[in-house]
């Protein structure tokens, strides 16, 4: 196989495992009634006019499956925290003790439970959508090694081997996603 063909699997390889990387990610951000650090990710202050998230501005932890504690570095930032969490609408009430933020994890209501699998489907999507963009994107710079001499056999394998690789990820999102519905269904 040539240089060119390995180069381009290899990269449609890379590509769609960032595509699950982020898939993951963006999973981990809905919650499944359980309390985590992640269900704060992306949640950000103005600290000394620099927009900086806020594990970067405290130290959190989840005592139990139904708590968040935020303990700011710099007890000024405090107000701010509580602030950024409400304006970030994740439906959480932050009780601010003086010296920490703490946020009782409400249970999850059936209905919330299922706008959660559709916002869990829809990141499967997206992800799905990426992998077929690199697919895409693969596919045409193997026509292009076709026009450039590569010969005709090779360039239908490395096709075949693309599809293949695009199979395989497109089952990684689908079994991502079954077990986050599972996870989000379970009370």
């Given at each position: ?36 650090a992640q269900m704060l990710d992306g949640v950000r202050i103005d600290y000394y006019g620099v927009s900086t998230p806020i594990d970067q501005t405290a ?47 409400p249970p999850l209501t059936e209905e919330r439970r299922r706008d959660l699998v559709k916002k869990a489907k829809a990141e499967a999507e997206n992800g ?60």
């Amino acid at each position: 196989m040539s240089d060119e063909i390995e180069f381009t699997l290899d990269e449609a390889n890379e590509g769609m495992n960032l595509a699950i990387l982020h898939l993951e990610k963006e999973l981990q951000k809905l919650r499944a009634g359980k309390a985590s650090a992640q269900m704060l990710d992306g949640v950000r202050i103005d600290y000394y006019g620099v927009s900086t998230p806020i594990d970067q501005t405290a130290n959190i932890s989840t005592p139990d499956a139904r708590q968040i504690i935020i303990q700011p570095w710099d007890k000024s930032v405090l107000g701010l925290i509580d602030k950024a969490i409400q304006a970030a609408n994740l439906g959480f009430n932050p009780k601010n003790e003086g010296e920490i933020l703490r946020i009782t994890v409400p249970p999850l209501t059936e209905e919330r439970r299922r706008d959660l699998v559709k916002k869990a489907k829809a990141e499967a999507e997206n992800g799905k959508i990426s992998i077929r963009n690199i697919r895409r994107i693969a596919n045409e710079t193997a026509k292009k090694l076709k026009k450039d001499g590569i010969p005709e056999d090779e360039v239908d394998k490395l096709e075949l081997d693309i599809q293949k690789l695009t199979d395989d990820y497109i089952t990684r999102v689908d079994k991502l996603f079954d077990i986050k519905e599972k996870d989000i269904m379970t009370v």
